[in-house]
């Protein structure tokens, strides 16, 4: 356990150094890797792997307008994400990194159902096909989700330089989450979107799962309300040509920040 230890603590602080990072290479950087996790346990690389993936994430928001450490961190994933899927499998990955969104006495699996029945229901008034449920989407919106708990704040933005919602840079952002798009965009048809919510939540029961689906059911009232309305982007992200989604709430003392992904089919 000390030696995890020391790895574990090594890891974050050599991964945090990014002016030291970038003397690097990758394959200076995965031979590091492979030296490191060679003595730990199953469930210790399991740990390991998922920590160096969490850092790279953050380095690849935190340094998005130096191209040259993208193409970098991007190598890096590469073969983090070989190591993970040797470790499991995609779907039961992003499983168990969902146990992150870890909302007290509230069980999560229900919050999941009632979001995608929500999403459902209001498709089916438009003749429209059920959205599945995607793991690898709720690996995203964690990503982002957590990412705007961080700094308390609700954006789309990626890039500094974008105004608010930048297609371009978050189909990048997307990219550099592994996600890859099986199709293409055909009279502008979007291969995806995002919507994002916040608002208050407090609960002191011994479950508090009614209370926590009411509290981001506020996020969905507010999307539904641009029905009517000419401008329309949350709803139409509900109702629009794609078929998967993914959810994750990060909660930071009373406040929730809600991320919900919606895409064409990935690859």
């Not at 469930?43 to 994430?57: C, D, F, G, M």
């Not at 928001?61 to 994400?81: P, T």
């Not at 840079?169 to 995002?194: H, M, P, R």
């Not at 939540?201 to 689906?213: A, E, L, V």
Request: net charge positive; proline share 1%; aromatic share 16%.
């Amino acid at each position: 356990m000390r030696t995890f230890r020391f790895l574990f603590t090594s890891i974050v602080l050599f991964l945090c150094l990014g002016t030291t990072f970038a003397l690097f290479s990758a394959d200076d950087f995965i031979a590091w890797l492979q030296a490191k996790q060679a003595t730990l346990s199953l469930a210790e690389k399991k740990t390991y792997y998922l920590q160096v993936y969490n850092n790279l994430t953050a380095l690849a928001i935190r340094n998005h307008d130096d191209v040259e450490q993208a193409k970098l961190y991007i190598l890096l994933k590469d073969y983090v994400q070989t190591q993970i899927e040797n470790l499991w499998s995609w779907s039961s990955l992003a499983w168990v990194v969902a146990s992150g969104m870890t909302i007290p006495n509230v069980d999560l699996a229900k919050v999941r159902d009632v979001w995608l029945s929500l999403h459902n229901t209001e498709r089916a008034t438009k003749w429209l096909a059920p959205f599945a449920y995607s793991p690898a989407l709720e690996w995203t919106a964690s990503t982002w989700a957590n990412h705007l708990a961080k700094i308390r704040m609700v954006s789309h933005r990626r890039k500094g330089t974008d105004w608010y919602y930048s297609y371009a840079s978050i189909k990048a952002w997307f990219v550099n989450q592994w996600i890859v798009f099986s199709g293409q965009e055909i009279d502008g048809q979007s291969l995806f979107t995002e919507n994002i919510g916040w608002n208050v939540y407090t609960c002191k029961k011994s479950d508090c799962t009614d209370d926590f689906i009411k509290a981001i059911k506020k996020s969905r009232t507010f999307f539904m309300s641009e029905k009517s309305k000419t401008y329309r982007p949350h709803y139409n992200a509900i109702v629009g040509n794609f078929t998967s989604l993914g959810l994750w709430v990060a909660l930071v003392g009373n406040k929730y920040y809600l991320v919900s992904h919606y895409t064409q089919d990935l690859q």
